[in-house]
């Protein structure tokens, strides 16, 4: 076996490959025969791993892939995928003749950056267009910056327009107003464009799921391919129920018996208010398991247990319920049983965004793929 494909450690994160199929063709479904799904695969596919949920993606229906920058599309590409790529955020104009050689569609909204890139430039490069509508981000704002823009195209027939894109601010917000103020000033943009693309796309999960008026022609699926709510404000108008692909599993590794005012962990801040059996996991905040996890449960024979003490680097310490054998599985994220941690809690827990929570899952914690229940390749980012 290849030394990818194995781990020597008992912490691991496990993706559901049938969830995330299930995922992409609920939103084929849900968009329509004249919609294309775009894979948002950017993060290393939100921490699930970029080319397993690549290619699962396509397999279900999507037809292309989106990341951030050149080099992630790059990394897909090493690893085999051959779909064409979107990169959304810049890149060097430099790097411009490598992307097109590598079939990679870049983002381009600067007319200086034609100007510098056209040199490096040998066969044809497709560029999406992006157009800042209200997200204050990257895009060209102006109808004259899209004038100059659009000269440099018409002069220079290397670079083919394959798409115009913009982004919402608050498609995961109750309250649409921004959104449609958006909207409205891209159509307004899309009608600066004399010949119209192949691709128009605006919309990200939140309002693929949300809005058919801003599907265009693609839309770019990212956090609800992965199963998780855009936001919890709109978990409860979503138009079909998500699957959530990811969790985090990890072992036993000790298990010890504490007498009262005994002390766990850096500052020796907990102390045993009793005789207590105290279980240490091999997980840290190197691991993304981050210190203000501290007051977080994990899951242990199907029941809520604390954590105990600061969370190391490498290693934290729950409370058991009784003595348990070394070995015995732990869940941090995922289901036991009848209980379950969705990756929503931990987000709640730290006080951020669920987005957060599975991209912030280390490169060191090894990911294991199922599909019907079992583990068909493992990727284990270290080796
Ligand atoms: C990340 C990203 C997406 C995907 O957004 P989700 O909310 O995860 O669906 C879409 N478009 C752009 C430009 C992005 O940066």
Redo the contacts with the bound molecule.
């Keep these: 076996m290849n030394q990818q494909t194995q781990f020597y450690r008992d912490t691991w994160a496990e993706i559901n490959l049938d969830h995330i199929t299930y995922n992409v063709k609920s939103m084929k479904k849900h968009v329509g025969e004249d919609t294309e799904v775009f894979a948002?695969v950017?993060a290393n596919a939100?921490g699930h791993g970029d080319i397993e949920v690549a290619k699962t993606a396509l397999n279900a229906g999507a037809t292309r892939l989106?990341v951030?920058t050149l080099d992630e599309a790059l990394a897909l590409r090493k690893k085999g995928a051959d779909a064409p790529i979107l990169v959304?955020?810049y890149s060097r104009p430099e790097n411009a003749g490598f992307a097109a050689a590598n079939n990679i569609s870049l983002t381009v909204f600067q007319a200086d950056w034609l100007e510098k890139a056209k040199t490096f430039v040998k066969e044809e490069l497709n560029i999406h267009v992006k157009f800042d509508s209200g997200m204050g981000r990257i895009g060209i704002r102006k109808h004259e910056e899209w004038t100059k823009l659009n000269e440099q195209l018409e002069q220079n027939q290397v670079f083919k327009l394959e798409g115009a894109?913009t982004?919402f601010a608050t498609a995961?917000e109750m309250e649409t107003g921004y959104y449609e103020e958006q909207l409205q000033k891209f159509n307004e943009m899309i009608g600066w464009m004399k010949e119209k693309p192949k691709y128009i796309h605006a919309s990200?999960?939140?309002a693929?799921l949300r809005f058919f008026q801003s599907h265009f022609n693609a839309v770019?699926?990212?956090?609800?391919?992965y199963g998780l709510t855009?936001s919890p404000d709109i978990a409860a108008v979503l138009p079909f129920q998500l699957k959530e692909a990811f969790a985090l599993h990890t072992k036993l590794v000790h298990v010890k018996k504490l007498n009262k005012g005994e002390k766990v962990s850096y500052g020796a801040t907990y102390e045993a208010k009793e005789e207590e059996w105290i279980g240490t996991l091999p997980i840290g905040y190197a691991d993304g398991w981050i210190r203000k996890l501290s007051t977080q449960e994990v899951l242990v024979n199907g029941e809520r247990v604390p954590i105990v003490g600061r969370i190391c680097m490498d290693q934290c310490m729950i409370k058991l319920p009784s003595e348990l054998p070394v070995g015995t599985q732990v869940t941090l994220i995922g289901k036991q049983e009848q209980t379950e941690i969705s990756v929503n809690e931990i987000a709640k827990t730290l006080e951020t965004i669920n987005?957060e929570v599975t991209c912030q899952v280390s490169n060191r914690v090894p990911r294991v793929y199922t599909k019907g229940g079992n583990e068909t390749s493992v990727r284990n980012g270290l080796l």
């Design positions: 948002v950017k939100y989106a951030a959304l955020g894109f982004h995961d990200n999960s939140a693929g770019r699926y990212g956090i609800s391919m855009p987005y």
